[in-house]
């Protein structure tokens, strides 16, 4: 055989030989995969993804998460910023779902009261993340019969004009000579705004409040024991009955009065008053914003030459996290205002609670008949992954950091529906021994 066909002989058999210890078996199992390590999640990421997880199982209130092993974790500050907004997703939700049917029925009712109410929408609607304003407006009467206070009514209904926002006229449950006073207002009024800040995308920091006659009277007691609920509030024609307006220092309050209303002696009160909330601007520049007019040759009914309190007040937005606040329980109990609380069961009537915050400190200046104070806290107060120094009476009680946690969350939302009001971390300050 020639060399050469020797040698290809060769080759082939070489190459058959490899390509046969090279085969695969496909019958053979194929060799085990290493699956990746599941990621190590931190306390923080945790507790969100428990939240998450019990948010999915749509509770029908958000108390059903109160009391949860996750709700006392402290968080990041990303992650708490995370828990925050799917917590006020569900609020939403849940106003949407529960109580969309008393806005378009008008009404809110509380046991037998009922307070029906109508809504007037002037001007567009403020690009996001805005929102409208909202005017909730008092009508007069008082301790009348029931059709005179209908009248009254219908009458405010049509008394102002806005340049923008929602204005808002409800019907006082009662006939009694303190229709806008009582208790029951507090809690239907702060439904209404409750409601609206969902179902009529409304601006919580852009609600104000005025009223005429009985319904400035209701103003001068609702604007300070509600402060943290306003923006502005106008007083027309009403009559204080005696009430503290310490708790107006971050509240810009409009005063008017006909110089001849003298039922009352509205018209010298009035002039008093005027002159306490000057006096407490001068001692605090920083608040106690007012706008004050008696009206000269004006009687009850000003000719609504008072209808200039409403422009005024439009320039003012709330702050809700003020660097200054006086509390003063003047009403019904209430147990938050603001960035202070106090814990549950221990509001006392006529007590007093003067605070400051500056950077990472937090004063409480002054109290009087109070007891133990919480101190609300967020990041827009202070860097809370840096230590935060709480001072009473001057004496250092608390150096240190404070933990984010969705329970605080959770407690400052509930009862209240304020996206600009659900704090972070809080701070119990004990009475001293």
């Known amino acids: 055989m020639p060399q050469r066909s020797l040698l290809t002989l060769f080759l082939l058999l070489l190459f058959h030989s490899a390509c046969s210890e090279s085969s695969v078996d496909v019958d053979a199992p194929a060799p085990p995969q290493v ?7 931190s306390p923080s990421e945790e507790a969100l993804a428990a939240l998450k997880s019990s948010l999915a199982g749509n509770p029908a209130s958000l108390a059903e998460l109160e009391g949860k092993p996750f709700t006392t974790v402290a968080l990041s500050k990303s992650d708490a910023a ?35 109410y109508e809504m007037k ?139 001849n209303d003298t039922a009352y002696n509205r018209h010298t009160i009035a002039a008093i008053y005027g002159e306490q909330l000057g006096k407490l601007r001068e001692e605090d520049p920083q ?19 008072d209808k200039a309190a409403l422009p005024w007040m439009a320039r003012f937005t709330r702050n809700p996290i003020p660097s200054k606040i006086v509390w003063e329980q003047t009403g019904p109990l209430r147990d938050r205002s603001y960035w202070l609380a106090v814990p549950q069961g221990q509001a006392i009537k006529d007590s007093l609670i003067l605070a400051s915050r500056d950077g990472q400190t937090i004063d409480i200046i002054r109290t009087e008949k109070a007891q133990d ?42 009862g209240r529906g304020d996206p600009k009001l659900v704090f972070d971390a809080q701070v119990l300050v004990k009475m001293p021994e």
């Open 35 to 41: 699956q990746a390590a599941a990621p190590i999640l």
């Open 287 to 305: 608040g106690y914003e007012h706008f004050v007019k008696i009206h000269e040759g004006k009687g009850h009914w000003m000719d609504l030459e």
């Open 373 to 414: 104070i919480i101190v609300r806290l967020d990041d827009r107060m202070a860097d809370l992954d840096q230590p935060v120094i709480i001072r009473r009476d001057g004496k250092v009680v608390h150096d240190g950091k404070v933990e984010r946690t969705i329970g605080v969350m959770l407690a400052t939302l509930l």
């Open 121 to 259: 929408i002037f001007g567009e609607k403020p690009a996001a993340p805005g929102g409208r304003s909202l005017w909730l407006s008092l009508h007069g009467g008082g301790g009348a019969p029931k059709q005179v206070n209908d009248q009254q009514w219908h009458n405010q209904k049509r008394l102002y004009i806005l340049e923008e926002g929602i204005y808002l006229t409800p019907r006082a449950p009662t006939n009694t000579w303190n229709l806008w006073h009582e208790a029951h207002i507090d809690r239907m009024f702060a439904r209404i705004i409750e409601n609206l800040i969902v179902l009529e995308e409304v601006n919580p920091d852009r609600v104000y409040v005025l009223g005429y006659s009985a319904g400035g009277d209701g103003v001068y007691h609702l604007a300070p024991r509600m402060a943290d609920h306003w923006a502005a509030a106008a007083m027309m024609a009403g009559h204080p009955n005696g009430v503290s307006i310490l708790s107006l220092r971050n509240v810009p309050f409009a005063l008017q009065v006909g110089a």
């Open 82 to 116: 995370a828990a925050r907004q799917l917590l006020w997703d569900t609020h939403a939700r849940l106003i949407r779902s529960q109580r969309s049917n008393e806005n378009e029925d008008r009404i809110i009712t509380e046991n037998k009261l009922v307070m029906p």
